[in-house]
């Protein structure tokens, strides 16, 4: 499994208790953050188990079960002190297909939200610490404001990804900030923290689009450099391998238990560790 970050604290107690005890502390559309709640320590006075003089064997977890899922995800190296990429002082929002850095991670990001949510996926990323940054529209956001806050407990991130989901370029600049700006106002009145990173549907987009996302408050614009559907990397070039900084685009469907251990198990044949772009973009 992952090595959690140090910003990040190790699941030992379940999420459902972490929402629970959440719960009674955050008004409605307040951000719950994972690093809000501390672990108790065992008691001291609490005696050791008595070992067992027939040990019995461990049995496996069943094959697509949530502990199959964490059993399969391999052992990373603590991911290294993010070095901030630097952002240019004026003009439009820079996009990248990969964020321009040398160090040795890359970064799992979600996109949409409206057409399935598996119900695992929040105890697999709480359990497996696995950073991801999800773009979500502002409707679906809405609508299933509670499960994407489970993930945002479980150290993940809400980012921009429009309110319609339509293309954006060739648009005017009023329809493409009314998209962008929309969803920026909707996102942090459901998460208390304003969206920093934009990712146009599709990938598509102009200058206009560029310089509306920046004037809502985007630093960066993401593209990506790997796409990962049904449990299958595929791979933007003919070397077929993940590169320091690259980006990995799936989607909430159902297959994402899938995708996502495919993506872990790339990056760490790559001899990367898993990061979050929001470390890096500051």
């Known amino acids: 499994m992952l090595s959690a970050p140090v910003r990040r604290i190790l699941a030992a107690v379940t999420l459902p208790a972490i929402l629970a005890l959440s719960s009674c502390t955050a008004g409605p559309g307040q951000a719950i953050h994972v690093r809000q709640v501390a672990a108790g320590q065992p008691s001291p006075a ?31 190296p603590e991911a290294p002190p993010p070095q901030p990429v ?38 697999f990323i709480w359990q497996a610490h696995i950073p991801v940054t999800m773009f979500l529209n502002s409707p679906a956001a809405e609508e299933h404001d509670v499960y994407f806050r489970q993930i945002e407990v479980a150290g993940g991130v809400v980012e921009n990804h429009t309110i319609r989901h339509t293309s954006l370029p060739g648009r005017s600049y009023d329809h493409q900030k009314q998209e962008i700006c929309g969803a920026a106002d909707k996102l942090e009145a459901l998460f208390g923290k304003r969206p920093t990173l934009f990712r146009p549907p599709f990938g ?16 960066a614009v993401f593209h990506w450099s790997e796409t990962v559907h049904e449990g299958k990397v595929r791979y933007q070039t003919p070397e077929k391998v ?9 989607h909430f469907r159902p297959a994402l238990m899938d995708d996502l251990l495919a993506a872990l198990k790339a990056i760490h044949r790559a001899g990367l560790t898993p990061a979050l772009l929001e470390d890096y973009v500051r």
């Open 46 to 76: 609490t005696p050791s188990p008595t070992p067992s003089t027939s040990p019995s064997p461990t049995a496996k977890p069943a094959p697509g079960s949530l502990a199959w899922y964490v059993s399969q995800v391999p052992t990373f």
């Open 86 to 123: 630097q952002l240019p002082a004026t003009g439009p929002a820079p996009i990248w297909h990969r964020l321009p850095t040398d160090q040795k991670v890359a970064f799992i990001t979600i996109d949409d939200g409206g057409l399935a949510r598996p119900p695992a996926v929040p105890d």
């Open 204 to 219: 598509e987009h102009d200058t206009t689009t560029l310089q509306a996302a920046h004037d809502c408050g985007a630093k």
């Open 242 to 250: 993940v590169h320091p900084g690259d980006v990995l685009l799936m």
